[in-house]
């Protein structure tokens, strides 16, 4: 085996090597920890494909599923990516592509967040499969997710149905020494075969569409390749089983190899959680009297199986909620074994908050907007923005694209009342394209009276810099159309717009407190202000604007400002001192501080 | 041979350089390796943890009390990852004042290479002179040339060397 076959790869990595080994030709993705880097790979590896590959950053995630959905109708191989919460943006399109199926390998791979480390909740895309009736595969390892794509491209082929791939976090971002394979080549044309009973389906052709879907599942269930994988045990405890899937399998492994254990009862990898075979289920019924059930994050085997011995979360005896690590899982086991519980564990400590970066221009935005209305309502969204909360400057969270909504929201509930404070909506400028225009529509049809920041950094930056449709460059650096964010706004019937540098801090806060006026103005309405500036993770912009040698003198009074409301990760407190510093290792020189300082004790010089 | 290790810090430090780097070491061993690695918005600034296992695991993840290595690239994460470590297994922070562990004032050295976020190699350094690690300074010397951007190498090259000679 050369170097080159066996790889260190990120899970993420594997998949995206999978997709082009496997003859992926369209690939459509929106970026969202932890799936990013699925789609990278592929950008990366686009020139080991043998055959044309589209391969697209979506504008969403319906998009990018109804993009790899109807290349796949033409009878090639596609592929939708995307995390959790983005299934749930996909969700139209996805439940009836499971009656209506598809014709070339469909995969669509959803990286779940058990924890969640990086998402709003912690919801589980097996559950999700269940409703929808669509197989999914759930892979113990990041060698184990590549090998099961094309697995699932050739499960769906054969009863052309969608297939999804689960990984979570802990595959998503491990790495593993990977075997890499020569790509297929499958030499395909597209070829798109009409028919409208299926494709255009009405009510009346979806009872039979169901009714084969049902038919298909049931074969499925019962797929040779991806039944339960059985380790047996030694014969020491008969009646009792385990059965795993995902990551908490390897977590399980590893710990019954440490504890000396291995073998100690029946072991079950279960490869396929939906659908699960009953054949499965009845042996399980059968033959052991207590089944432990390990599984992330919900109780989707759990409760197919139905078992009246399962000790799982229906039971309560497996943790409802959180990752299962490893600690967690030798703690259940300790209980399920009757071993001498494992030592207490400490008391979790949180570490370091992460923070906006040194010189993040939202920072600037958000300081001042707090500084302009400091009893103002401040809906917020997903993204590296989110963190404004760490100013004060985000009071909800929500989900991509619910911060415009929910300031109209908050403003038709105040206004029946008279009062309305100022609301100050903030959202990213990827988030402003992927939900945030139908909601400026529908906020300025309804005449809401609220401003809204779009703060446009240039990028998809919480997700590693990923292009957004208004910088005219699409996946892996391809020129394209740009789309710009101001004919939009001005054609969602906004009249107040202005665009603005947010380092240029009194130019900010003039124009915030006009878009203030105007919302309150009899003909006022929706006040849109673009807070543009590169995000600061891009070496271009840093190398693009002056860098100061930013001090703190001795007049500084110790009153915490710039630490607390300003929240620079470069300027803490000197303990000994009492007085302010700056980190000359995290400070990047962009001055935005400077105002800030109520005695005016932060300078700048030009560096040597 | 197996050994388990953590790879502590803030986001911005360098951690998944440094994992990549010793993982890459085991993989040009022909030895198994699994990693897990922090990524998304704890990599702005906050706490990150990797976890290092070569050898025949099958998870990533490491107990309390059973890494062999700690390599602490932010002191202030003692309290959080301490944990992780066995009672005699190795610690190794960066870190310019006395106290637990073995300490080589990493990010100092690292800025007078001209960039403190070399800190991650120095740090890497000391473990190998205190032969802490599974593999030996030239596997490293090897895995940083692999890994590192052809025009940062010797940069990278030096620090690793700075933590080794002491």
């Known amino acids: 085996m050369t170097d080159k076959d066996n790889q260190l790869l990120m899970g993420n990595e594997a998949i995206g090597q999978g997709l082009i080994e496997a003859g992926c030709q369209v690939a459509a993705a929106y970026p969202g920890t932890p799936s990013t880097e699925i789609l990278q790979a592929v950008i990366d590896r686009a020139e080991l494909a043998p055959e044309p590959l589209h391969i697209e950053w979506s504008v969403n995630e319906k998009i990018a599923f109804e993009v790899a959905l109807a290349a796949s109708y033409t009878g090639k191989r596609a592929a939708a990516v995307m995390k959790q919460v983005g299934l749930n943006v996909a969700a139209d399109p996805f439940m009836r592509t499971a009656y209506l199926g598809v014709k070339g390998g469909m995969l669509t791979i959803v990286a779940d967040d058990p924890g969640p480390h990086s998402s709003q909740n912690e919801q589980d895309t097996r559950l999700f499969c269940l409703q929808a009736r669509v197989p999914v595969l759930d892979p113990a390892s990041p060698a184990e997710a590549k090998s099961l794509v094309p697995v699932g491209f050739d499960l769906s ?42 494709w255009a389906a009405t009510p009346a052709f979806l009872p039979a569409l169901h009714r084969k879907l049902n038919q298909h599942l049931a ?87 139905a078992h009246p011995g399962a ?298 | 041979m197996k050994q388990q290790l953590i790879v502590s810090g803030i986001g911005g430090q360098g951690v998944l350089f440094l994992t990549r780097v010793i993982a890459q070491a085991a993989v040009n061993r022909q030895m198994p390796v699994l990693t897990a690695e922090t990524h998304g918005m704890a990599q702005r600034g906050g706490t990150v943890l990797s976890t290092i296992k070569v050898g025949d695991f099958a998870s990533p993840l490491i107990r309390a009390g059973q890494a062999d290595v700690g390599l602490l690239l932010w002191e202030a994460n003692l309290p959080v990852h301490r944990s992780l470590l066995r009672a005699e297994g190795r610690l190794l922070v960066n870190a310019a004042g006395a106290g637990e562990g073995q300490r080589i004032d990493a990010s100092g050295i690292a800025r007078d290479l001209g960039s403190a976020v070399l800190a991650n190699l120095v740090l890497l350094g000391l473990a190998i002179r205190q032969k802490a690690l599974f593999c030996s300074a030239g596997e490293c010397e090897t895995a940083i040339r692999q890994l590192a951007p052809v025009k940062l190498a010797d940069q990278n090259l030096a620090a690793f060397r700075k933590g080794l000679q002491g």
């Open chain 1, 157 to 198: 082929e054969r009863y052309e149905v969608n297939v999804v791939l689960r990984p979570t976090t802990r595959i998503c971002h491990s790495r593993q020494n990977i075997v890499q394979q020569q790509p297929q080549r499958l030499e395909r044309t597209a070829h798109f075969q009409k028919d409208p009973t299926r």
């Open chain 1, 219 to 305: 074969e499925i269930a019962r797929e040779p390749g991806l039944q339960p994988q059985l380790t047996p045990g030694n014969g020491s405890r008969p009646r009792l089983a385990m059965v795993a899937s995902g990551i908490v399998y390897s977590h399980l492994v590893d710990l019954l190899e440490e504890l000396d254990l291995p073998r100690c009862c029946d072991l079950y990898q279960v490869i396929m959680p939906y659908p699960m075979n009953p054949d499965f289920c009845h042996q399980l019924h059968r033959a052991y009297d207590r089944v432990l059930i390990l599984e992330e994050t919900y109780p989707v085997i759990e409760l197919q199986l």
């Open chain 1, 311 to 608: 000790v799982g979360k229906q039971s309560g005896a497996v943790p409802r909620e959180g990752e299962l690590t490893p600690d967690v899982v030798h703690q259940v086991l300790a209980d399920f074994l009757e071993l001498s519980p494992p030592a207490e564990l400490p008391a979790e400590r949180r570490g370091q908050r992460p923070s906006l970066c040194p010189g993040c221009p939202h920072r600037a935005a958000f300081y001042n907007i707090k500084a302009c209305f400091p009893k103002g309502i401040f809906p917020s969204d997903i993204g590296c923005y989110t963190l404004g909360m760490n100013l004060g400057a985000v009071n909800t969270v929500h989900c991509m694209g619910a911060c415009i909504s929910q300031g109209a929201g908050f403003y038709h509930a105040y206004a029946q009342d008279g009062e309305v404070p100022t609301i100050v909506v903030t959202i990213g400028d990827s988030t402003f394209f992927h939900a945030g225009i139908p909601a400026l529509i529908n906020a300025v049809i309804q005449q809401a009276r609220i401003i809204v920041v779009i703060l446009d950094n240039a990028t998809t930056a919480m997700t590693g810099g990923q292009p957004v449709p208004h910088m005219g460059i699409a996946a892996g650096g391809k020129e394209t159309r740009a789309v710009a964010i101001e004919p939009l706004v001005k054609a969602s019937g906004v009249d107040f717009l202005e665009v603005c540098d947010p380092y240029d801090q009194e130019q900010f806060k003039t124009l915030l407190q006009q878009a203030d006026a105007y919302t309150r103005r009899p003909d006022g309405g929706v006040a849109v202000l673009i807070s543009r500036h590169g995000c600061i993770m891009d070496r271009a912009v840093r190398s693009g604007q002056p860098a100061f040698k930013i001090s703190i003198d001795e007049h500084c009074v110790g009153c915490r400002k710039c630490v607390e409301a300003f929240e620079c990760p470069a300027l803490s407190m000197d303990p000994i001192s009492g007085k302010a510093v700056v980190s000359q290792d995290r400070c990047i020189g962009c001055g935005v501080c400077i105002p800030v300082c109520p005695v005016d004790a932060i300078g700048k010089e030009d560096k040597a």
